[in-house]
């Protein structure tokens, strides 16, 4: 049995048995043999049938839509977490979910990127850089050690900025990996309209990212080496090492270790 079926089905038993049949209009007492609501109940408030209903506690392969969880979360009176958690186990996007907020990277995080000695940024959702510490401005020449008219974002620098390509030690094989990495990252968000414009927007100003686009890779972020074609210091290598805060898991900080060239 699948793991999110199993666990969406319990996750729905047990908040059926929490719940009071007098809150739902149905009577309570000691006659009734099921703790909470019946199935059937839950069913006829939710208006599904319930034999599917039955199913979906079982943990069966069916398929859930949309329209049922949104009645099953307002039946059950469901909090938004409840509800998050819910749409989250069914694989299904909440049509009620609210449209995420602009990142904004926290000041004990931002405070921390100036006590790294080594290259440090950190990056939002769509993977905008929201801040960053003078090593890295000082490897990022000519993009980030220069007045930014608008937030920088790492994709556009890497498909709109002609320095990156001799910035970056084989530009096409990073370049396709990036791509490859953010498609995974953004996995959840592909419907978000920010998202969506960002891609357009790369896919209309960059046949090369058009293509790596299309293909499909996904490939998790990972550490790793990397190396640059710098401008005044010439070839030189780092080891990347990404963290994610735990309280805004869509942020990353980035750090490069410098590591010698043999």
């Known amino acids: 049995m699948d793991t999110r079926r199993k666990e969406l089905g319990e996750f729905l038993q047990v908040l059926r048995q929490r719940s009071a049949p007098e809150a739902f209009g149905f009577p309570g007492g000691n006659r009734r043999r099921t703790q909470g609501l019946r199935r059937e109940e839950v069913a006829q408030l939710a208006d599904i049938s319930p034999t599917w209903y039955t199913w979906i506690e079982q943990g069966r392969e069916v398929n859930v ?66 801040a960053w510490n003078a090593p890295a401005a000082q490897l990022f020449t000519g993009w980030l050690d220069q007045p930014q008219s608008s937030t920088p974002n790492l994709l556009r620098f890497i498909f709109q900025e002609p320095a990156s390509r001799q910035l970056l030690v084989d530009w096409e094989t990073r370049a396709r990996r990036i791509t490859a990495e953010f498609r995974a990252d953004c996995r959840s968000r592909l419907e978000e309209p920010a998202l969506q414009k960002l891609v357009e927007d790369l896919s209309q100003t960059s046949p090369d990212f058009a293509r790596f686009w299309k293909q499909h890779d996904v490939l998790e972020r990972q550490g790793g080496q990397r190396d640059f074609n710098h401008p005044q210091r010439g070839l030189i290598s780092y080891q990347q090492i990404t963290l994610y805060p735990v309280e805004q898991e869509q942020l990353k900080l980035v750090m490069l270790k410098p590591v010698e060239i043999l």
Do not use: K
Request: net charge negative; charged share 25%; glycine share 4%.
């Open 65 to 130: 839509s949309a329209e049922v969880l949104d009645r099953l979360s307002q039946t059950l009176l469901l909090t938004r977490t409840e509800r998050a958690y819910l749409f989250e186990m069914a694989g299904r996007r909440d049509p009620l979910a609210a449209e995420p907020e602009n990142d904004t990277a926290p000041e004990p995080l931002t405070t921390l990127l100036v006590d790294i000695a080594i290259p440090a940024y950190i990056m939002g959702r769509y993977w905008d850089l929201l």
